[in-house]
């Protein structure tokens, strides 16, 4: 039962640092959510192409910026190859030094081209914002910016839009979300991607609705609801690429096509970091553009924590009690297929609809939780191999010792009715050898002949694989076929009782040499059922046997004294099993039985 508890504290504390929702964790999870961004196929998006001003285009054109009547004579070529939408991502807020802002103004003026403005902590600033309706109060929720650095007022005034360029990394510095609107001193501005949305669309504002618990959705009528994160972030979908080609070189077909005119060229172009690896920020702003149109609404649904944190804990509360109470090799096999499991559902849900569930706290939780059953499995079935060994060691070969170790479901614990041998064996005459010490006053010298017979025959019954169940006195029983299986043990009891009569008479010839009386032993050998286990109470139990076919063993030991010369006296039972000559000694009759008991010894 303790082990039990311990597993079930480990999946509590482990669920409740879920539940706490620490800092490390969020991070955990948005590295588990990138992985399924990067097992994503890649797609081409067809209505976004983007334009490079890239390291050879530099070497054509000259030095960057280009005056900007040169920049707009370029995008000019960009609308007459079919562009639909032109977007510069690239500041204007100083007069160009070439002097043509004029051209580049008129150009603005007669094409639908988006430029771009930047917050940043500025005192004096010139934010161009754009129309907007706000249902709620989205006040403190979107994210705050002292001021913000736009275009030239002429620029701002002509161009047909104007979008934030912002990049919000994560805890790790990785951007997965993308705001589509910022907070500047109390005005709703929108982001590059809102405001390509919005100008492709031909609106003229858009919708921010927001509740209690934050920004809830961004809106234009012809993409429909941009649902968010409380502020007012999309989760980008990364597996929107776009085709790519060179200024410098013969354009492609461009007709209906939204165009990004970027700088790419070293030194000059800006780099950030994403799921999928490095990209360059107006890939970024491509991807969040087409994450938008195609109506990907990728979102961490609200019941996210509450299935995360059950499939914690249920997860690992199976993967526990299949470890602790079931054979090994079916946690083995079940581990293997719960991660999995857990991994595939996250991706399927994020593939199938878009939802980010998080993987990787759950798959952690059930393999430490399936780590520490296993380890308290471990431990228990050691445990239990120690105190096999602390039982058996004193009364059993070492080598069953090591294979109850080794397997201990060979012990049965509680009763068990098996055919087993037994041998009960004593010293005859054991009252001279008594008389002889207490007359000299030495109850020590008597203690040491009976633990020298003790350990000499217990090493006879060790060696042929007999278990000793206990010591009385000078008697010993001693019995086969338990806890180990042992076809002969018949055989062995009978065999190990004339190896003792052998020993007895070798210390027979020790004592006369010093002049100790003289020691005879008496040995009683039956087979038949009984009842083998541990026995006793729930604090103190010993592994022995019961049962009438151990009585008869003990009464044939006692019938041993009135067969002069006689040592070993077995049953009519354990004859039909041997195959040691025997010799018909008497039919007997015993205490407890009433039919007469044929006895024999070996011939």
Known sequence: MKKYIIALLIVVILCGIRYSNPWFLDVMRLKALDSHQRLQQSEIIDNIVTITINNDTLSAYGQWPFPRGSLATEVMKLYGAGAGLV???????????FGQDADFAEMLATTPTIIAQVPG????????????????????????????????????ETAIGVGMLIISPEQDGV??????????????????????????????????????????????????????????????DFKHKTQTYPLHEALPDLTGKIVILAV?????????????????????????????????????????????????????????????????????????????????????????????????WPIFTMFVSWSAAAFLRFMSEFKLRQQIKKQFETYLDPKQVAILQKDPSKLKLGGERKEMSFLFMDIVGFTPISEYYKNKDDPEGLCDVINDYLDRMTKI??????????????????????????????????????????????????????????????SGVNTGTCIVGNMGSSTRFDYSVIGDAVNLAARLEAQTRNYPGCTTLYSQYTKDQIDIPSKELDKIKVKGKEELITVYEPA
Not at 125 to 139: C, I, L
Not at 489 to 501: D, F, G, M
């Open 87 to 97: 977007v510069l991502p690239m500041l204007m807020a100083e007069p160009d030094r």
């Open 121 to 156: 902590n500025v005192e004096k600033g010139n934010p161009v914002t754009r129309g907007v309706s706000a249902m709620g109060n989205w006040q403190g929720w979107l994210y705050q910016y002292p001021n913000a650095v736009g275009p030239l007022k002429e620029f701002a």
């Open 175 to 236: 951007v997965r979300r993308m705001p589509l609107a910022v907070d500047i001193d109390g005005k709703i501005y929108p982001s590059m991607s809102m405001e390509i949305i919005r100008t492709a669309s031909g609106d003229v504002s858009y919708q921010i609705k927001s509740t209690e618990a934050g920004v809830e959705a961004l809106r234009i009528p012809k993409y429909g609801i941009q649902k968010t994160d409380p502020h007012g972030n999309i989760w980008i």
């Open 264 to 360: 790419t060229a070293s030194g000059l172009d800006s780099v950030v970091s994403t799921p999928v690896g490095n990209i360059h920020a107006h890939d970024l702003i491509a991807a969040t553009a087409t994450t938008m149109m195609s109506g990907t609404n990728i979102s961490r649904p609200w019941w996210s924590d509450i299935v995360e944190l059950a499939v914690s804990f249920v997860g690992s509360l199976i993967i526990c009690f299949i470890v602790l109470r079931l054979n090994w090799y079916v946690g083995i096999v079940v581990l293997p297929i719960a991660l999995g499991g857990t991994y595939y559902a996250s991706y399927y849900a994020f593939t199938q609809y878009s939802y980010l569930t998080d993987w990787s």
């Open 461 to 522: 019954v060790l060696k042929n694989g007999g278990t000793v169940d206990k010591y009385m006195g000078d008697c010993i029983m001693a019995f086969w076929n338990a806890p180990l299986d042992c076809e002969d043990h018949a055989q062995l009891a009978v065999q190990t009782s004339i190896e003792c009569a052998d020993e007895t008479d070798k210390m027979k010839a020790e004592f006369k040499a010093r002049g100790l009386p003289d020691i005879n032993i008496g």
